[in-house]
Nanobody, 122 residues
């Protein structure tokens, strides 16, 4: 399975972006799909995840009010809607897939996309 993230870019504070992550196929390993982000000089942080069967979602605290994760089974695509962006949201955003039911840390994920850069100017 391969993941391809896209949709990043440069946006002003308060703006919005929609990230996409296309999966090459749908298998047990894409049971849960998630977004992480990594700012320069910092560790990779969990952002949000969504499972396949019930579309249950889970968010990091910083993402709860402004970000929305979703997925389209027909298109095998994961999305992350980013609203009211702030300069501190600047990071490379990665999508990932896991066969575990409730993965949360990087080590729980089996497949990673290359990442897409999001830059928020003040």
């Amino acid at each position: 399975v391969q993941l391809q993230a896209s949709g990043g870019g440069l946006v002003q504070a308060g703006g919005s972006l929609r990230l996409s992550c296309a999966a090459s196929e749908r298998t047990a390993i894409t049971n849960v799909m998630a977004w992480f982000r990594q700012a320069p000089g910092k560790e990779r942080d969990f952002v949000a995840r969504i499972n396949e069967s019930r579309m249950t979602t889970y968010y990091a605290d910083f993402a709860k009010d402004r970000f929305t994760v979703s997925r389209d089974h027909v298109k095998n695509t994961l999305y992350l809607q980013l609203n009211n962006l702030k300069p501190e949201d600047t990071a490379v955003y990665y999508c990932a897939a896991s066969r575990y039911p409730r993965p949360i840390v990087s080590a729980d994920f089996h497949i990673w996309g290359r990442g897409t850069q999001v830059t928020v100017s003040s």
